[in-house]
């Protein structure tokens, strides 16, 4: 899909909300350029840029939310097999394979396109999660098991330890239904 940008839209299931994603794919990058409105923790509207590899690895991740209580910023960035958080070092994120931004089900398709194919197959992995109402960054860790070639169940690990929820995703593994929280929408 190189050329023109996709628009892909999600609605929240849970409560009130809506995102808005602008896919761009190249050889050389993936760029992901997304708002976010919703209506929980006293309404915001929360606005990032993904920067990714051609084999969907993210590089970076810039986050601006606007709230009751003003506008806060966050970047994230791989460098090496580290991050950075608004430009400093995080040892405690070393080795984490991808961010998790909690308000998209966008960043489920990285860890997803690397899922082995065969249904019972497995993969688990630690993640920067982005608490996406906090602002906050910290290490987690994830399960996506293989329920077959359009379905991945997520098990959390860590942050949010025992929450499961099914996906079924499309042929790029981008999210149409994530049992409990969102769903893709078309335009009319």
């Not at 995080?90 to 089900?105: F, Q």
């Not at 019972?120 to 098991?145: I, K, W």
């Not at 329920?147 to 999210?175: H, K």
């Amino acid at each position: 899909m190189q050329g023109d940008p996709e628009i892909l839209f999600w609605r929240r299931t849970d409560v009130t909300g809506l995102e808005r994603l602008k896919l761009s794919i190249s050889a050389d990058a993936v760029v992901a350029e997304s708002t976010v409105i919703c209506v929980e923790d006293g309404g915001f509207r929360l606005d990032h840029k993904w920067r990714l590899t051609p084999d969907w690895r993210a590089q970076s991740l810039d986050v601006e939310r606007w709230g009751p209580t003003g506008r806060t910023h966050l970047n994230l960035e791989r460098t090496g097999s580290g991050w950075c958080v608004n430009g400093q070092r995080r040892t405690d994120l070393d080795g984490a394979e991808e961010p998790d931004l909690s308000v998209t089900p966008f960043c489920n398709t990285f860890p997803i396109r690397r899922t082995p194919a065969g249904a019972g197959e497995s993969r688990t992995l630690d993640t920067c999660f982005v608490d996406g109402a906090a602002m906050t960054v910290q290490r987690s860790r994830q399960r996506y098991d293989r329920l077959g070639p359009d379905r991945v169940r997520y098990v959390d690990l860590g942050v949010s330890a025992g929450f499961e929820a099914d996906l079924e995703v499309d042929d790029r593994g981008l999210v149409l239904r994530y049992q409990h929280l969102f769903e893709r929408v078309a335009p009319c």
